[in-house]
């Protein structure tokens, strides 16, 4: 039986190690060519090296599929463009681009230095958008092609790491942006949030009340590589274990309108009329505080 991706050729990004490489691994077992590009870096984006890529291909090798490394850096176009183009040199096409590349630098946002905030935001955000971009021209004329960005429950809001939430949510608004402008071209784009056993996660400093392994989230991501989800285009789904989530389409709830514009006055008078949507994670901080009063972990 023909492989799910078949002749297909994938470009995944962070796939070392962690959630990257069982993407690789599993896209590799299903029939597809891979460009597994990674500089392995530290989780803080230090100490670059391709050993890891390169032990990656040798994996897929030895299983009987086809695979070759590449050591860029995808902060930079010149990187993106490194790595998309060793697909289309390699195996002469391009058909999936999966950016899970990240790293994490961990600080409350009144302690947050410029570095470690552009650091993350280059990394994860421009390092989908480099690869998108240079996907998205080769994809466009073939009118076909997937794009899968990595987000994060993260993206809307996380404690003390404001620079890895801010990029997360950005890779949602690109993904659903890319999804929206390459429609026309038979091009989709949609976006994975996943709670896996990583090093990343190992940082998180609560306890999570679900946490699957790197190798659960991969067959979504096959999945979404291939012709099956030809309509699949501007969602976001966390994978955890066996459970397959979507997310909604943000929208507006309520609406007050007034003549003319309005006074502050009038607005605190109204105000009930919007109101506010609580945030989630409000709630769970209060049990954190509660939990960490008490001596306990708390679970989020």
């Not at 040798?58 to 695979?67: L, S, T, V, Y």
């Not at 960005?149 to 620079?163: D, E, H, P, V």
């Not at 997360?168 to 402008?181: D, E, F, N, T, Y």
């Not at 699949?232 to 309108?257: D, F, K």
Request: proline share 3%; charged share 20%; with cysteine.
């Amino acid at each position: 039986m023909a492989g799910f991706l078949e002749g297909k050729a994938v470009v995944i990004t962070g796939a070392g190690g962690g959630i990257g490489r069982a993407c690789a691994l599993a896209c590799a077992a299903e029939g597809a060519k891979v460009v597994v590009a990674d500089i392995g870096v530290s989780m803080a984006g230090e100490d670059p090296t391709s050993e890891v890529a390169d032990s990656v291909v040798k994996e897929i090798q030895a299983a009987g599929g086809e695979a070759v490394a590449v050591a860029e850096d995808v902060s930079t176009m010149a990187g993106g463009e490194a790595v998309v183009g060793a697909a289309v040199d390699n195996f002469g096409r391009i058909d999936g681009v999966v950016a899970v590349a990240g790293i994490l630098r961990e600080r409350m946002l009144f302690n947050m230095s410029e570095d470690e905030w552009d650091a993350v935001v280059a990394t994860h955000l421009k390092g989908h958008f480099t690869v998108f971009r240079t996907a998205a021209a080769i994809m466009r004329k073939q009118e076909s092609g997937s794009l899968i960005g990595f987000t994060s429950g993260a993206f809307t809001g996380s404690i003390a790491q404001a620079n890895y939430s801010a990029a997360k949510g950005g890779i949602v608004s690109l993904v659903r942006s890319a999804a929206l402008g390459l429609h026309r071209y038979g091009v989709r784009a949609n976006a994975i949030a996943p709670i896996a056993r990583t090093r990343m996660s190992a940082n998180v400093p609560q306890e999570l009340e679900e946490m699957g392994d790197p190798e659960d989230v991969a067959p979504m991501v096959v999945y979404l590589l291939s012709d099956a989800a030809r309509e699949v285009t501007g969602q976001v789904y966390t994978v955890v274990g066996g459970r397959i989530s979507v997310w909604n389409q943000p929208s507006e709830v309520r609406t007050m309108r007034t003549e003319g514009r309005w006074d502050p006055r009038d607005i605190a008078a109204r105000f009930d009329e919007v109101g506010q949507e609580r945030m989630a994670m409000l709630d769970r901080l209060e049990a954190i505080r509660e939990a960490a009063g008490s001596g306990d972990k708390p679970n989020t």
